[in-house]
């Protein structure tokens, strides 16, 4: 998966401790957004759709609901006892220096000398965990952006087998 594109990975600096436990590996995003030319994109699958609007209060109305899971769909047999994974599902991504003309007004004196997006934020609905300085390590998918709790779990457990799949080639 290293060389999937909008793979990401999260490694905590320094020696283990606790300002730098957690090592996370999340790809294959659900969906993105992507922010380019002033205009907010939806990318899911080979689908692309805009969103209107000034792009900041396009990314708001984007922006996916808070939604809190029950602790059964997410930890089986205590696997997740006492453990708080900082990161199992949601938006991460990157913001460009050029994100700043959406925020800000400046002179457009220097030109443009990346083609990249000024924002790319994939919705990750299964992440990979490592704690450093137990070497545990754990497999989270939520089964978003299902509603229903048992069909979520069956979503769940079919991403993991498709991303499992990946990670060792078969």
Do not use: M
Not at 6 to 28: K, M, N, V, Y
Not at 35 to 56: V, Y
Not at 68 to 96: D, T
Not at 129 to 146: F, H, K, M, N, Y
């Amino acid at each position: 998966v290293e060389n999937s594109p909008h793979t990401i990975f999260l490694e905590s600096g320094g020696s283990a401790g606790p300002d730098s436990r957690w090592t996370i590996l999340a790809f294959d995003p659900l969906w993105r957004l992507e922010l380019r030319g002033g205009a907010l994109w939806r990318i899911e699958g080979s689908a692309t759709a805009s969103i209107p609007g000034p792009p900041l209060q396009a990314l708001a109305r984007a922006w996916p609901p808070r939604v809190a899971l029950e602790a059964g769909a997410i930890a089986e047999a205590g696997a997740l006892a006492g453990v708080s994974i900082p990161f199992a599902s949601g938006l991460a991504g990157y913001l460009s220096y050029d994100l700043k003309d959406q925020i800000e007004r400046y002179p457009h004196r220097a030109r443009r000398e990346s083609s990249c997006a000024d924002l790319s934020l994939g919705f990750y609905d299964a992440v990979w965990a490592w704690e450093r300085s137990s070497g545990r390590g754990w497999v989270l998918a939520t089964g978003l952006p299902e509603k229903d709790s048992r069909r979520r779990v069956e979503r769940a457990k079919a991403r993991l087998a498709l991303q499992w799949e990946r990670i060792v080639g078969a």
